[in-house]
């Protein structure tokens, strides 16, 4: 054994650069100009993500690079884009994970382009809007109104849907799509994800309205499985799996004309009195018109 | 009628397409000698068959219907086209139904002529 | 100033191909690809077949047209195109109609496992068929 310290097995140094990456950025001008691509040289640690070294470049190299980002931690669904052919969130993704010297960079494919990095979102809430993302109860909207209990829903039933709540957005599934890429009528898998989200929700009551929404000929028929959208997604939401679910209830609703369970009011407890240190809930906030 | 009849339908021809298809290709295609089941001798001994008859009316229904309604997913699905669906769906329906009789005369007619053979 | 203009990004048809995704965009373009080319050999076949109507030499003038080793081996192709489509097919149908092999939902915790996952071993087996009927119908092929 010699003397001296020893050499730590791993090196742990995350300020030491271990690679110059160089980042090939989309830009286009935003008035009609041919788009084009410009390399930066990016000093790369560990740990850093795509999202860092675009930041890194806008400070030190070129102010006049656009791109979209907010939260830095995979929540907001701001940085969304194409990374060496694949869409993904910049924040999620480390620069070393990707292998290679070379990073592609790219506005998210199938939305038109604002400037550089910056996709126009419009379609991809518009489509989500065109679903109803919201507990709808037909014929009893004064209880939604002015709630008069909480609906009964058990952990299982909450189970059935939960996974598909966890979207946040950012409008990858729609870039990963085949059919997206060529069928702008098709609702795609976002809004079909949430669709099927509030058919499973046994407290949404607008089943039927819900299934003709999509039973159309640019509705979930259009969707192959091709797995793309959950392959892509950030978040594991699955919308190619939710899709499938869809499309069995709308046969189920259909064809067998099958009846979904439907969360009732809980009943007021009986026999009991509200303790004296339990405050009352505050006034309501939002008014009704 | 609602999108999901006319898919469903598609799904179900698919799924008898498996049956018929898979005996269609072993029997002509793969089985027995090639060149002596398509001679005219025996495509004619066999056009004469009311089974045979039958089994080709079905594959023609279902063959067809499945081919094209998967014909006009795919045309639908290009940009170009996407929001003409009615005239898409009515070309495609024309040109079906064309071929149905077509084959139908077909096999009727060969019934007559396998007899001769 | 210049008046905003927005680029369309719309990637088209170039789309359907499968690019760097997994095996099932793969799946998804040769169903697509497969679907597209027995439909066009189903309309040619109901002309081929109805030759027979018109009499033997009709009958033997167009087989000879489409006779040969050429027309043998593309035959092979759209046999080996069918057989794909039709286990495929049959994949699908089960995912698209029944939503078998699927899985259940799950709170998507990471490392996420996906609806993918779950149904991959029933690709792969269908594969593993429709390469079988494949490897029995070239000696179907091979021994007249
Ligand atoms: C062997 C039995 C067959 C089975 C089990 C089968 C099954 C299927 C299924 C499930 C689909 C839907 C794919 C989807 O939308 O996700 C499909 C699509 C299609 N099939 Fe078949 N099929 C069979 C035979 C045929 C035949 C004989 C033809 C041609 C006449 C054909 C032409 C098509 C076409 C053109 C599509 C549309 C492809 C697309 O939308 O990408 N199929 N088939
Ligand atoms: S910046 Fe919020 S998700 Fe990446």
Known sequence: ?289 | MKESRFWFLFLIAGLVLFLLLGYHIVFIHLLGNYEANISFQSVASRSVSPAYAVFYLLFLVFALYHGFYGLRTILLEIEALARHHRTVTAILVVLGVGLFVYGTWALFAAMKIGAVG | MAKPVQYNNRLGMKGWWGGRYGLERWAYFLHRLTGLVIVLYLILHIFVTSARVFGPEAWEATMGAVGGPVFRFLEYLLIAAITYHGFNGLRLIFIEWFGWSLGRPRRPIYPYVTSLHHQRPLLIGMMILAFLFLVFSAWGFLTP
């Open chain 1, 1 to 289: 054994m010699t003397g001296g310290t020893p050499k730590p097995l791993v090196d742990v140094d995350m300020d030491r650069v271990v690679q110059t990456t160089t980042f090939r950025v989309f830009r286009y001008n935003g008035t009609g100009d041919p788009p084009t691509y410009k390399d930066y040289e990016v000093p790369t640690k560990r740990g850093m993500t795509v999202l860092d070294g675009l930041l890194w470049i806008k400070e030190n190299l070129d102010g006049s690079l656009s791109y979209r980002a907010s939260c830095r931690m995979g929540v907001c669904g701001s940085c969304a884009m194409m990374i060496n052919g694949k869409p993904r969130l910049a924040c999620q993704t480390q620069i070393l994970d990707l292998q290679t010297s070379v990073v592609v960079v790219e506005p998210l494919k199938n939305y038109p382009v604002v400037k550089d990095l910056v996709p126009a979102l419009d379609q991809l809430f518009e489509k989500h809007e065109a679903v109803k993302p919201y507990v709808m109860r037909p014929g009893e909207e004064d209880e939604l109104e002015n709630p008069s209990g909480e609906f009964e829903q058990s952990p299982e039933e909450l189970d059935e849907f939960i996974q598909f709540t966890y979207c946040i957005k950012c409008g990858i599934c729609l870039a990963a799509c085949p059919t997206v890429a060529s069928d702008p009528l098709f609702l795609g898998p976002q809004a079909l994800a949430q669709a099927y989200r509030y058919v499973a929700d046994t407290r949404d009551t607008a089943y039927a309205e819900r299934c003709d929404l999509v039973d159309t000929a640019h509705g979930v028929w259009r969707c192959h499985y091709a797995g793309a959208c959950t392959e892509a997604c950030p978040k594991g939401v699955d919308p190619a799996f939710a899709i499938q679910l869809l499309k069995k209830k709308v046969f189920q609703h259909r064809v067998l004309g099958k009846k979904r369970k439907v969360a009732r009011v809980a009943p007021k407890p009986t026999g009991v009195s509200r303790r004296p240190n339990v405050p009352e809930p505050p006034a309501r906030t939002v008014k009704s018109d």
